[in-house]
């Protein structure tokens, strides 16, 4: 089975400051990697994913994640927030083989501060 | 394209009772999964349907169900509601055309029930 810890259920950042969120996961077979951002009164949005290949990702709105697999992490990362980031970020993760469910972390909530 | 959409957005029921959610996937879309979340528990799965068949389940008591229609489409029951259901209820749907999980889910906004 997989599982994912995010380090962090809280941060607060002040707007145009670089952001790290931290997700570690566990598994015994290869897995895919997810974050997904989820905004007051709305569902999850996906910023980026990991299926293979290089393992810095990039996403949508300024984010991008770094696939350590010696490590077992996959954190996020944003150089310059802004307010708009404000909203609660969940790491997933799913095997890589067969159509398997999601397993998320517990989320962390970024704040940013102006 | 018009997202995934679910119905109602909010409900509220008392003990016992049983309640239905909906939930349209994006057109195009053959996978619906369904996923619980409280403040304490995060994010867990309850189910998958694809193409009418459920594919996957979580680790729900048998209270919680679902199915999934010819046109994707898909509801969730519970029955016998207790105190500890009240959540937010997500739908996801994708195009999981593949053999792996390589597709995006896209998320609904949620159904956010409460029992009294």
């Known amino acids: 089975a997989q599982s994912v810890t995010q380090l962090d259920s809280q941060v607060p950042v002040f707007e145009e400051a670089p952001v790290e969120l931290r997700c570690n996961y566990s598994?015994?077979?290869?897995?895919?990697l997810f974050w997904y951002v989820q905004y007051p009164n709305q569902g999850l949005q996906l910023l980026l994913k990991y299926l293979s290949g290089s393992t810095l990702v990039k996403g949508i709105n300024g984010f991008e994640a770094e696939f350590n697999k010696s490590q077992t992490s996959f954190h996020l990362r944003k150089p310059s927030v802004h307010i708009s980031d404000t909203a609660e970020y969940f790491c997933?993760?799913?095997?890589?083989?067969?159509?398997?469910?999601?397993?998320f972390g517990k989320g962390t909530r970024l704040s940013v501060i102006a | 394209k018009a997202g995934v959409t679910q119905t109602p957005r909010y409900l509220i029921k008392t003990r016992g009772q049983q309640v239905t959610l909906s939930c349209s996937p994006i057109?195009?879309?053959?996978?619906v999964s369904w996923y619980q979340q409280t403040p304490g528990q995060g994010l867990q799965f309850l189910f998958e349907y694809f193409s009418e068949t459920q594919r996957n389940k979580g680790n729900f008591p048998g209270r919680f169900s679902g199915r999934q229609f010819s046109n994707s489409r898909s509801e969730m029951n519970v029955s016998t509601l207790e105190l500890g259901d009240s959540a937010l209820y997500l739908c996801?749907?994708?195009?999981?055309?593949?053999?792996?999980?390589?597709?995006?889910?896209?998320f609904g906004p949620g159904t956010r029930l409460t029992v009294l």
């Open positions: 997933a993760v799913c095997r890589n083989s067969g159509n398997t469910p999601l397993v």
């Open positions: 057109s195009g879309h053959r996978s």
């Open positions: 996801a749907s994708s195009l999981a055309s593949g053999s792996t999980s390589t597709d995006t889910q896209y």
């Open positions: 598994s015994s077979v290869s897995v895919y």
